[in-house]
């Protein structure tokens, strides 16, 4: 047995999970590192404040489990987190899934679908997941992430207009029907002011991009209610305010009976946070010339949303505005994103009596723009140009998204990409009868058309280019029909093969059976490493007689004229 290198494993394990904070800490960490931090945390936690609460009311909640969910999650997702400068906390992409969850199952459903996410996503960083993320098409992440803009917008008209209704429905077309049934209980004053909100937005990032315009926003629009007593729902008259009190264990009746029926929307929020988590550390790494450590950061995303889930929070992840307002920030390590996190506690604590001002149409304002900034809307024009192939996946996705549920497109999305991308792959694959006598590229190139004339009497010849896999499996068996007469030797070139799978290996079985049957003999030449691998471990191997392997089509040549015919 080989001994185990314990360097190695170390060295593998530190791969898989060490915290970047470790790394930052040893390789030393001053006063000055100190000061950046603490500056960029503080800014980011400004920005976080109206944000949080904001995210936590569009998903059918209170605006303190938002700001929970970014002191908790936040905290621990930059401790133990994978990259340098992650930020994290509750994002606009989980509303659509959490307000389902809410309206169906209850804030104990939610509370059992975020453990069952915290569970996963850790499971997925054990298990090295994280490396597979680069796999998902762009046209199902900016499908889905399109829709998930336009239901985050639809789910703020209440708010942005001050309609007077009880409950919005969950349904894309009953919401919308909803809004036109109760448009005439409009509020002007909550209109104009959500207007004013979202102009002057707009109006900072254009000319002071570094101003926090969400907090200026709604700290303006709390200003305009207290000043001239606005008919305007606020956090106050909706939710009673919100309480100046720690995180405390907070966890409602859960029901693990339904865990079967919660799974799906369980799988659905560990699939966001892992996506969202890793291409908000993708963009961190090219700000800062970083690299993350994809695993560990999936293991920190589990923790933080079980974490969060004991803390009565939401769901959680990496997000990617916070994360570069960070950077941009002058951040240095992950010790900003825990200030970030103290921080926000310390708002929570100190400004909790002012925030009962903060008016709900301020808050639908700042939705309006994440909305808008979501919407990706450049790159869905862009992939519109593209084949039709992905034009369908995209607006298949975005479509799902919108009038159906997150989880139905993440799945439909991610499998209709899939057979796409496995019927481009088998039209890549040729089968072709001209051969050449030698196996360079050159000889191919300069091939006389009548190649199949040279071939020695009651020899045929075929070449194979492009992976054996499954999707073009059965396209083997078609080689056998287009002889008139069986061949006494039949040459498979799979030089250019550079691999083969099961359904490959059992195509070419059945045709060596077939082949047996009609007594020709099989010669298989340019096998390269891996179909070799595959078919040895499959059984697949030469016998000297009916089949033969050979190290090129010159050899299998040579092979050939000297086979006798094989026994019927």
Same mark, same amino acid.
């Given at each position: 047995?080989?001994?185990?290198?314990?360097?190695? #494993?170390?060295?593998?394990?530190?791969?898989?999970?060490?915290?970047?904070?470790?790394?930052?800490?040893?390789? *030393?960490?001053?006063?000055?590192?100190?000061?950046?931090?603490?500056?960029?945390?503080?800014?980011?936690?400004?920005?976080?404040?109206?944000?949080?609460?904001?995210?936590?009311?569009?998903?059918?909640?209170?605006?303190?489990?938002?700001?929970?969910?970014?002191?908790?999650?936040?905290?621990?997702?930059?401790?133990?987190?994978?990259?340098?400068?992650?930020?994290?906390?509750?994002?606009?992409?989980?509303?659509?899934?959490?307000?389902?969850?809410?309206?169906?199952?209850?804030?104990?459903?939610?509370?059992?679908?975020?453990?069952?996410?915290?569970?996963?996503?850790?499971?997925?960083?054990?298990?090295?997941?994280?490396?597979?993320?680069?796999?998902?098409?762009?046209?199902?992440?900016?499908?889905?992430?399109?829709?998930?803009?336009?239901?985050?917008?639809?789910?703020?008209?209440?708010?942005?207009?001050?309609?007077?209704?009880?409950?919005?429905?969950?349904?894309?077309?009953?919401?919308?029907?909803?809004?036109?049934?109760? @448009?005439?209980?409009?509020?002007?004053?909550?209109?104009?002011?959500?207007?004013?909100?979202?102009?002057?937005?707009?109006?900072?990032?254009?000319?002071?991009?570094?101003?926090?315009?969400?907090?200026?926003?709604?700290?303006?629009?709390?200003?305009?209610?207290?000043?001239?007593?606005?008919?305007?729902?606020?956090?106050?008259?909706?939710?009673?305010?919100?309480?100046?009190?720690?995180?405390?264990?907070?966890?409602?009746?859960?029901?693990?009976?339904?865990?079967?029926?919660?799974?799906?929307?369980?799988?659905?929020?560990?699939?966001?946070?892992?996506?969202?988590?890793?291409?908000?550390?993708?963009?961190?790494?090219?700000?800062?010339?970083?690299?993350?450590?994809?695993?560990?950061?999936?293991?920190?995303?589990?923790?933080?949303?079980?974490?969060?889930?004991?803390?009565?929070? @939401?769901?959680?992840?990496?997000?990617?505005?916070?994360?570069?307002?960070?950077?941009?920030?002058?951040?240095?390590?992950?010790?900003?994103?825990?200030?970030?996190?103290?921080?926000?506690?310390?708002?929570?604590?100190?400004?909790?009596?002012?925030?009962?001002?903060?008016?709900?149409?301020?808050?639908?304002?700042?939705?309006?723009?994440?909305?808008?900034?979501?919407?990706?809307?450049?790159?869905?024009?862009?992939?519109?140009?593209?084949?039709?192939?992905?034009?369908?996946?995209?607006?298949?996705?975005?479509?799902?998204?919108?009038?159906?549920?997150?989880?139905?497109?993440?799945?439909?999305?991610?499998?209709?990409?899939?057979?796409?991308?496995?019927?481009?792959?088998?039209?890549?694959?040729?089968?072709?009868?001209?051969?050449?006598?030698?196996?360079?590229?050159?000889?191919?190139?300069?091939?006389?058309?009548?190649?199949?004339?040279?071939?020695?009497?009651?020899?045929?010849?075929?070449?194979? #280019?492009?992976?054996?896999?499954?999707?073009?499996?059965?396209?083997?068996?078609?080689?056998?029909?287009?002889?008139?007469?069986?061949?006494?030797?039949?040459?498979?070139?799979?030089?250019?093969?550079?691999?083969?799978?099961?359904?490959?290996?059992?195509?070419?079985?059945?045709?060596?059976?077939?082949?047996?049957?009609?007594?020709?003999?099989?010669?298989?030449? *340019?096998?390269?490493?891996?179909?070799?691998?595959?078919?040895?471990?499959?059984?697949?191997?030469?016998?000297?007689?009916?089949?033969?392997?050979?190290?090129?089509?010159?050899?299998?040549?040579?092979?050939?004229?000297?086979?006798?015919?094989?026994?019927?």
């Amino acid at each position: 047995m080989n001994a185990i290198d314990p360097t190695r #494993s170390a060295a593998s394990w530190q791969q898989l999970y060490v915290p970047k904070l470790y790394t930052v800490l040893r390789q *030393g960490y001053g006063l000055a590192d100190l000061r950046h931090d603490l500056l960029a945390g503080l800014t980011v936690a400004i920005v976080a404040l109206p944000l949080s609460m904001a995210l936590a009311i569009a998903s059918g909640t209170t605006p303190e489990k938002g700001l929970h969910t970014a002191i908790v999650a936040g905290f621990l997702i930059s401790l133990f987190g994978g990259s340098r400068v992650q930020i994290g906390g509750p994002t606009a992409a989980f509303i659509p899934v959490v307000f389902n969850v809410i309206d169906k199952f209850g804030y104990g459903g939610l509370i059992l679908c975020t453990l069952l996410a915290g569970l996963m996503l850790i499971a997925a960083g054990v298990l090295r997941v994280g490396t597979l993320m680069k796999y998902i098409p762009k046209p199902v992440i900016t499908g889905f992430t399109a829709g998930i803009a336009v239901s985050i917008f639809s789910s703020q008209v209440k708010d942005l207009l001050g309609l007077h209704m009880d409950k919005v429905p969950v349904e894309f077309f009953a919401r919308w029907s909803a809004y036109v049934e109760h @448009l005439p209980s409009l509020t002007p004053a909550a209109a104009a002011l959500a207007l004013a909100c979202v102009v002057l937005i707009v109006v900072l990032r254009r000319w002071k991009p570094a101003a926090p315009g969400f907090l200026i926003a709604v700290a303006v629009g709390a200003l305009a209610v207290a000043l001239f007593h606005l008919p305007i729902e606020t956090i106050g008259t909706r939710f009673g305010g919100i309480p100046a009190t720690l995180p405390t264990f907070d966890i409602p009746h859960i029901p693990f009976e339904r865990t079967l029926e919660l799974f799906p929307s369980s799988f659905t929020i560990a699939f966001l946070a892992g996506v969202e988590s890793l291409l908000s550390a993708v963009v961190a790494d090219g700000m800062i010339g970083g690299r993350h450590r994809s695993n560990g950061e999936l293991i920190a995303q589990g923790v933080a949303n079980a974490g969060s889930a004991l803390f009565g929070g @939401l769901p959680a992840t990496g997000a990617l505005a916070r994360t570069a307002t960070n950077v941009r920030a002058g951040a240095r390590s992950p010790v900003a994103g825990i200030a970030h996190a103290l921080f926000l506690l310390l708002f929570m604590l100190v400004l909790a009596p002012l925030m009962s001002y903060v008016p709900l149409a301020a808050l639908a304002a700042v939705l309006v723009i994440v909305a808008w900034n979501m919407a990706e809307i450049e790159s869905f024009r862009h992939l519109m140009t593209g084949p039709v192939g992905d034009r369908v996946v995209l607006l298949l996705t975005f479509a799902l998204t919108v009038m159906f549920d997150l989880t139905v497109a993440i799945e439909v999305g991610i499998v209709l990409a899939a057979f796409l991308f496995m019927h481009r792959m088998s039209e890549v694959v040729a089968m072709e009868s001209g051969v050449s006598l030698l196996d360079s590229d050159e000889a191919d190139s300069d091939a006389v058309p009548d190649q199949r004339a040279q071939l020695p009497p009651g020899v045929e010849a075929f070449q194979i #280019s492009g992976p054996l896999f499954f999707a073009v499996a059965n396209r083997l068996d078609d080689v056998l029909n287009q002889f008139r007469d069986p061949p006494r030797v039949f040459i498979l070139r799979l030089r250019l093969v550079p691999l083969i799978d099961a359904s490959g290996v059992t195509a070419l079985t059945q045709m060596l059976a077939r082949c047996r049957r009609m007594g020709t003999r099989v010669i298989l030449s *340019g096998l390269r490493e891996q179909p070799r691998r595959i078919l040895a471990q499959m059984h697949v191997v030469p016998d000297g007689e009916q089949l033969r392997f050979a190290p090129d089509f010159k050899a299998a040549l040579a092979m050939a004229v000297t086979e006798p015919p094989a026994p019927r």
